[in-house]
């Protein structure tokens, strides 16, 4: 099998998997305790929380908390719903999902254009009535960074909060400029099933998930071994950032030889080189996938494949249908190595030649 889908999700790092086994204790042990317990093995448990905590904020800006969460959606939800209510939200045409049904149930959405190149400017209009701006860092599908700086000034003026999901950046580069910030572990080789919303000193929010309030602004009982996984996670991507951005660099101007014959989407240079969302006129994606099936790479994003819908980020940064039908997205990072690009490369490209392409 060779893995070629980074933005779906990464794998999980050892030294993530060696800090989270320390907490996954049987009977005989004494690290299965609650975080939230005053006794010993309680205050130790909470320890491994907060050390994480300290891990995972250390990539983010000072001058706020960190919320830990169990997913990405879950603090995108936490910030759209519970730092207001009424006006409207502003957000790019290309925002995951997570913002971009959220801000659609809560009403009042106003979608930011972006330009062919995959790019939202802030030389557009946002409501006067406007509360909250989310910009994403950097996209799922296409991976172009967003000027999120000038998007924290834009809100500033316009006297809104400003989101950053930042779930495909973190790790990756520095994230500054924002009053919400949300994230999640799998997505820099962490766990699955934990994800964290940083929120500026001042910020209030009402909770989404009342019971305990274990978080302070959000309840249930933490889990030692998922926390401790994410903070270990965060900690390496600190201490390999560089490296593994020059890996990844390596990987995305071979895999441009590898892939000459493709047309790229989105813009060439403000970009997360780990991702090449690339189409082929005529394709027929369906079959390729299901004849290069030792190959994990994705129609689109992970959350739209499968679903038959064309990508909404693709149709935002104007291809035709028939375009963005015919696209596929090869991700990789940290651990792909030159062989298994090559060789995935050269399995999707053979498929690609059997359809007469
Ligand atoms: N935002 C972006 C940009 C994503 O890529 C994803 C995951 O695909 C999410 C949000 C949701 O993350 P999670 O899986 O942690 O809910």
């Known amino acids: 099998m060779i893995y070629l889908d980074y933005q ?13 086994l320390r907490w996954l204790d049987g009977p005989d042990g004494t690290a299965f305790g609650n ?28 001058g706020g908390r960190v919320i830990f969460t169990g997913n990405a959606c879950e603090a995108i939800n ?12 502003a957000m790019s045409a290309i925002e995951h999902a997570a913002v971009y049904d959220t801000a659609r ?9 972006v330009s062919n190149e995959g790019l939202c400017n802030t030389a557009q209009d946002v409501p006067d009535d406007c ?12 991976g172009t960074i967003q000027p999120t700086v000038d998007w924290h000034r834009k809100a500033k003026e316009a006297g809104a909060l400003f989101l950053i999901d930042a779930v495909q950046a973190y790790g990756k580069m520095e994230i500054t400029h924002a009053d919400m910030i949300a994230i999640s572990a799998h997505k820099f080789h962490g766990p699955k099933g934990i994800g964290a919303l940083w929120v500026r000193d001042g910020v209030e929010l009402d909770p989404q998930i009342t019971g305990g309030m274990q978080e302070g602004d959000r309840s249930g009982t933490l889990s ?14 600190k201490e390999q950032r560089q490296r593994d951005g020059e890996h990844t660099l390596n990987l ?12 790229l989407n989105g813009g060439e240079d403000a970009r997360w080189q780990g991702n090449l969302n690339m189409r082929r006129e005529g394709l027929d994606v369906n079959r390729l996938m299901s004849e290069c099936r030792n190959v994990m790479f994705s129609a689109g994003s992970a959350c739209a494949s499968g679903s ?5 980020v693709l149709k935002a940064i104007g291809l035709s249908d028939a375009q963005a039908k015919s696209s596929i997205r090869v991700g990789f990072g940290r651990y792909t190595t030159m062989e298994q690009l090559e060789e995935g490369a050269a399995a999707i490209n053979a498929a690609v030649k059997d359809q007469g392409l």
Do not use: C, Y
């Open 78 to 89: 936490l910030a759209m719903r519970g730092s207001g209510s009424g006006g409207s939200i």
């Open 8 to 20: 779906s999700t990464t794998p999980l790092a050892p030294e993530a998997r060696d800090a989270m």
């Open 131 to 142: 509360r909250l701006i989310a910009v994403m860092q950097v996209n799922n599908e296409i």
């Open 308 to 312: 038959g819908k064309t990508s909404h």
């Open 105 to 113: 149930a809560l009403g009042g959405a106003h979608i930011l254009n």
């Open 252 to 263: 995305w101007n071979r895999a441009r030889e590898l892939f000459s014959d493709w047309e």
């Open 224 to 237: 030692p071994a998922l926390v401790a996984g994410m903070g270990a996670a965060a900690h390496l991507a």
């Open 35 to 62: 975080p939230h317990s005053p006794h010993k093995m309680g205050r130790q448990a909470k320890a491994g929380i907060e050390l994480a905590r300290e891990r995972v904020a250390a990539l983010l800006p000072p």
